[in-house]
């Protein structure tokens, strides 16, 4: 399977603790994207990479969230100290970077935060 | 502010009705505009977008810039198109240019 790949794709965590994310997305795609789906809602934009630049981030990104993608390719969404309003679908999506428009999205990985 | 509405949140149509599934948007210009689909146990993915003007599995939608609206529709509706609808939309200029605006997501079922 060639599409964006995310791992954990469940991850259930107390209170207080850190969890990590990774994403690798489609090889040749240079643009890579965080979204976050709570339920009945659709999915929010986090933050963006091109690259390995952090491109642009959201207000929903607080300091206890950080993202980075260091070599250009597979991403990495840390979340500190999760709270129980963490609790949520986060979504990985590439791009090439000439077509924004049309993302192509992993299976998510589903935080649930006790 | 970029703002993407869909006022149903579910939508029941027998096969062969026809379905029209709503999107109003609020932006100050000239947006890009997309739906995307999420079938059961599948990944969210793009069905079409304004300025491709075709029509994707049937379905097509025009962008009113008068009503602010981008609907989705198609004649006559197949079991298959059950799924969950979002709304998408795309600046085209700001410093929001790299993300999408989603709608909450319509669930259509279409019933045999």
């Known amino acids: 399977d060639t599409g964006v790949s995310q791992n954990p794709r469940h991850k259930i965590t107390k209170r207080g603790q850190n969890v990590t994310f990774r994403c690798d997305p489609i090889?040749?795609?240079?643009?890579l994207y965080w979204y976050r789906q709570t339920l009945g809602q659709g999915p929010e934009f986090l933050t963006y990479?091109?690259?390995?630049?952090?491109?642009?981030k959201s207000r929903l990104l607080s300091d206890r969230f950080s993202a980075e993608r260091p070599k250009g390719s597979f991403s990495t969404l840390e979340i500190q100290r999760t709270e129980q309003g963490d609790s949520a679908m986060y979504l990985c999506?590439?791009?090439?970077?000439?077509?924004?428009?049309?993302?192509?999205f992993g299976e998510g990985s589903r935080l649930t935060v006790l | 502010a970029q703002r993407v509405t869909q006022p149903e949140k579910l939508l029941s149509v027998f096969k062969g009705a026809p379905v029209e599934l709503k999107c109003n948007y609020s932006?100050?210009?000239?947006?890009?505009l997309f739906w995307y689909v999420q079938y059961s146990r599948q990944r969210l993915q793009l069905l079409l977008r304004?300025?491709s003007r075709e029509s994707i599995k049937g379905f097509t939608a025009d962008l009113n810039k008068g009503e602010t609206s981008f609907h989705l529709k198609k004649p006559f509706a197949q079991e298959e198109d059950s799924a969950m609808y979002y709304c998408?939309?795309?600046?085209?200029?700001?410093?929001?240019?790299?993300?999408?605006?989603f709608g909450r997501g319509t669930q259509l079922t279409v019933w045999p």
């Open positions: 932006y100050s210009g000239s947006p890009e």
């Open positions: 304004h300025i």
């Open positions: 998408a939309l795309k600046a085209v200029r700001g410093s929001t240019l790299g993300r999408l605006y």
């Open positions: 990479f091109q690259n390995e630049a952090q491109l642009e």
């Open positions: 090889s040749e795609h240079n643009r």
């Open positions: 999506a590439s791009s090439l970077k000439g077509d924004t428009g049309e993302l192509f």
